[in-house]
């Protein structure tokens, strides 16, 4: 099984620890935009399961205020979301960074490519 997380601000989950979270991967995209989308998405089985929240994940946020969580069970819906939602951000080659074991980041690839950001502003257009 494989994790891959995209986060935007702390992450206390260290990635990478042999025999403890070798599988997961925690990547944070820093770009033009503040705000970001909160999607999570699990294969399981071969079923794509999606859902959408409004909460980041913070005390403040899970404990002190309502939010919701919901799924995605439109299938054109789902397929949208994960195509322009997730996999721009997975696939970012310009300000994506990788957190390291030690909880350090660093740039996984080169200032070079494109930005999930940039390629979703020209489906826009």
Request: positive net charge.
């Amino acid at each position: 099984m494989r994790i891959d997380l995209i986060v935007r601000g702390a992450c206390a989950l260290r990635p990478g620890v042999p025999g403890l979270s070798e599988h997961i991967t925690v990547r944070s995209v820093i770009g033009r935009f503040l705000e970001h989308s909160r999607i999570f998405y699990f294969y399981n089985d071969k079923a794509e399961d999606v859902m959408l929240s409004s909460a980041d994940w913070m005390d403040r946020n899970l404990f002190r205020r309502i939010e919701v969580c919901f799924p995605v069970l439109d299938a054109r819906l789902k397929k949208r979301v994960i195509g322009e939602g997730l996999k721009p951000y997975l696939r970012d080659k310009r300000d994506a960074w990788e957190m390291e074991p030690a909880g350090s980041y660093r740039r996984k690839r080169s200032r070079q490519g494109e930005s999930a950001q940039d390629m979703l502003l020209a489906s826009l257009v």
